[in-house]
């Protein structure tokens, strides 16, 4: 399946929230044809851009995530491309409004649930250090909150890398929790 152009993808999108039940079934047919391999990244381009309305950020948000629950351990997703979906997902979490992300936050729960990238780990340290604003940190809780339930019930190798997680993470939220205090 080629790769589709952003503009195309916001078309079908649009097409696909009409109050036409023929438009609306032709878009959502066309969409999942082409929600493909690279065409999840081109999905991310619509959630992260500036100029698209809340509507179209929406929709697009529930088909990545729906499309990442169908792929991502189907074998159907190239494995190349989860590393970048991920970082890309990770980058989007503290940028976009609450409904879009509780889409991308699922779609990073079935990230992580696979594989905890260190970048993962890098990325909520490095919102809690910045700490500049309530939606970082707010965003770099709700990413770790995913992180800790992945290992909720296990033991043995899997408690040793949470522990070297939490042993990263929670010195940073000292910090920010000290700093909360010192404000109020």
Same mark, same amino acid.
């Given at each position: 399946?080629?790769?589709?152009?952003?503009?195309?993808?916001?078309?079908?999108? /649009?097409? @696909?929230?009409?109050?036409?039940?023929?438009? /609306?079934?032709?878009?959502?047919?066309?969409?999942?044809?082409?929600?493909?391999?690279?065409?999840? %990244?081109?999905? =991310?381009?619509?959630?992260?851009? *500036?100029?698209?309305?809340?509507? %179209?950020?929406?929709?697009?948000?529930?088909?990545?995530?729906?499309?990442?629950? *169908?792929?991502?351990?189907?074998? $159907? +997703?190239?494995?190349?491309?989860?590393? !970048?979906?991920?970082?890309?997902?990770?980058?989007?979490? !503290?940028?976009?409004? @609450?409904?879009?992300?509780?889409? +991308? %936050?699922?779609?990073?729960?079935?990230?992580?649930?696979?594989?905890?990238?260190?970048? $993962?780990?890098?990325?909520?340290?490095?919102?809690?250090?910045?700490?500049?604003?309530?939606?970082?940190?707010?965003?770099?809780?709700? $990413?770790?909150?995913?992180?800790? /339930?992945?290992?909720?019930? /296990?033991?043995?190798?899997?408690?040793?890398? +949470?522990? @070297?997680?939490?042993?990263?993470?929670?010195?940073? =939220? $000292?910090?920010?929790?000290?700093?909360?205090?010192?404000?109020?």
């Amino acid at each position: 399946m080629a790769s589709v152009s952003l503009e195309q993808v916001a078309d079908l999108l /649009r097409g @696909a929230m009409s109050p036409s039940p023929d438009i /609306r079934s032709e878009a959502e047919r066309m969409l999942e044809g082409t929600m493909q391999q690279a065409n999840l %990244l081109t999905l =991310l381009q619509v959630i992260g851009g *500036r100029d698209v309305e809340l509507d %179209l950020k929406q929709i697009a948000a529930i088909y990545l995530k729906n499309s990442i629950k *169908r792929q991502w351990y189907s074998g $159907v +997703l190239d494995a190349s491309l989860k590393p !970048p979906m991920t970082s890309q997902l990770l980058q989007l979490v !503290p940028a976009v409004p @609450a409904a879009v992300q509780d889409q +991308l %936050l699922e779609c990073l729960r079935v990230s992580i649930q696979e594989h905890t990238s260190p970048d $993962v780990v890098k990325q909520i340290v490095m919102w809690l250090e910045a700490g500049n604003s309530g939606e970082t940190v707010m965003a770099a809780l709700k $990413v770790m909150r995913i992180v800790a /339930r992945k290992y909720e019930y /296990r033991d043995g190798e899997d408690v040793a890398e +949470l522990d @070297a997680i939490v042993a990263a993470v929670f010195p940073k =939220l $000292v910090d920010v929790f000290h700093a909360g205090l010192a404000d109020v």
